[in-house]
């Protein structure tokens, strides 16, 4: 059987494949509530009335819940907002499975400089709370960036990113026990 986006966005909480109306009950959590009509958005967003009404849905819930995550943002399936509020992420970076984001994370675009650009971001990452990535960098697959860390430069697969600015550390494991139900 094939799952839909939402649903595989809903596994990494529950560790269970739900059914729409299963789903809809989860729905209470903030977290869950945004990336259930992010989702949506992003499915209708190019259909005239449907897409115009999502659109609006989604800009009131991102100023309700403190999240800045638009339509047009690549993120793959397996999506997990840890915790609710005061989350920004330039539309133009691309985000990989499996990733988990927590609160207050920026993940921004460089205007000048060497990095000029924005962030693209690979399968298994774990961003900690404060965190800040920003410019025209990539962060490899299974990568944790600790709390408060700042990422500005690349950071390789396998690997831990910690401080201010951020120091690389390679580990195998990275994100063992941080990204659960992986799909």
Avoid at 17 to 39: A, D, E, G
Avoid at 77 to 102: M, R, S
């Amino acid at each position: 059987m094939g799952y839909s986006i939402i649903q595989k966005d809903f596994y990494r909480e529950s560790g269970k494949y739900l059914s729409h109306f299963q789903i809809l009950k989860k729905c209470f959590s903030p977290n869950l509530h945004y990336i259930y009509l992010f989702r949506k958005t992003q499915k209708h967003y190019q259909k005239p009335i449907i897409g115009i009404f999502y659109k609006l849905v989604l800009r009131h819930y991102q100023i309700k819940y403190g999240f800045q995550i638009y339509p047009e943002t690549q993120i793959g399936e397996g999506f997990y907002l840890g915790h609710w509020g005061q989350l920004v992420i330039n539309p133009k970076t691309k985000i990989g499975k499996n990733c988990n984001i927590a609160q207050g994370v920026t993940i921004a675009q460089a205007n000048r400089g060497k990095n000029e650009g924005v962030p693209v971001i690979g399968n298994e990452v774990w961003i900690g709370p404060n965190a800040v990535i920003v410019g025209n960098i990539t962060i490899g697959n299974n990568v944790l960036i600790a709390p408060n860390a700042y990422v500005n430069m690349d950071v390789p697969d396998n690997s831990l990113a910690i401080g201010n600015p951020a120091v690389i550390t390679p580990k195998a494991n990275a994100t063992d026990n941080y990204i659960n139900n992986k799909i």
